[in-house]
């Protein structure tokens, strides 16, 4: 389509750039979702976090005692337990205290979530296969 003048030109690309993605702004994540989901991947993106959780995650029992995270890491107890509690208010650990120590588990829900922002292909459910 030839456009006689510049003026109506412009208007002609502004139209088209309006309407490229009809309906994008309805593809928005809910605000407090993306708030929470802000602050979980603020729990995780630090190296001593992303350590604790790969320690967990391969401990023999799936859990670790916040006394074996320490002596792993070569950190004091207090720096490992105010990761540990920043994660676990993120919703990726789960804490469970047992006598004088807690132990620390993956939160599997609050890891799936991080999943699917960062795999939004992984929230789809695979469709059942026909036999």
């Known amino acids: 389509m030839a456009i006689s003048t510049y003026g109506e030109e412009a208007k002609a690309v502004s139209d088209e750039a309006e309407t490229c993605t009809p309906g994008l702004s309805c593809l928005l994540i809910d605000r407090e979702e993306a708030e929470r989901l ?37 950190l004091r107890q207090p ?15 789960n804490r469970d205290r047992r006598g004088t120590w807690v132990w620390y588990s993956l939160n599997h829900d609050g890891l799936r979530r991080v999943r699917e922002i960062l795999d939004p292909a992984s929230a789809i459910e695979p469709e059942p296969v026909a036999a």
Do not use: F, N, W, Y
Request: net charge neutral.
């Open 38 to 74: 802000a602050a979980m991947l603020k729990a995780i993106a630090d190296p001593t976090r992303l350590q604790l959780l790969r320690l967990i995650e391969r401990a023999p029992k799936g859990e670790a005692c916040v006394c074996d995270l320490t002596e792993c890491l070569g």
């Open 79 to 93: 720096t490992v337990s105010h990761h540990l509690k920043v994660m676990t208010e993120a919703g990726l650990l």
